[in-house]
């Protein structure tokens, strides 16, 4: 079930590159159009083209700064709380939660 879930969210991975790409050559042919029709000369559409990359990869290293951020987040909380259930369950003599099957760092309870 692990390998089938796993290969699901890849093909909407791939699926959402592709959409990406599409929307990426999309946006360029419209920027030409509109470059068409004040005739802007070769260079000075390179450069505007240079900087629309520089956009979209300060845009993708900001998400996946984002993304680290919210993972070590998800993950201080993780264990903060395990250790709040652990001393519950030494408070009110109960048996440890067996978490034994579930991944290190996983949000499965």
């Not at 969210?9 to 929307?23: D, G, H, K």
């Not at 946006?27 to 900087?51: A, G, H, S, V, Y």
């Amino acid at each position: 079930m692990a390998k089938e879930s796993l290969s699901r969210r890849r093909v909407s991975v791939n699926f959402s590159t592709a959409e990406a790409v599409s929307s990426i050559r999309d946006t360029i042919d419209r920027l030409n159009q509109l470059w068409d029709r004040i005739n802007m000369e070769e260079c000075m559409r390179c450069r505007r083209i240079e900087k629309f990359f520089l956009y979209i990869s300060d845009l993708l290293n900001q998400m996946v700064v984002d993304e680290e951020e919210m993972v070590e987040g998800i993950q201080g909380g993780i264990e903060e709380m395990s250790r709040q259930v652990e001393d519950l369950c030494k408070e009110l003599h109960l048996q440890p939660i067996g978490r034994t099957h579930i991944k290190p760092g996983s949000l499965a309870l």
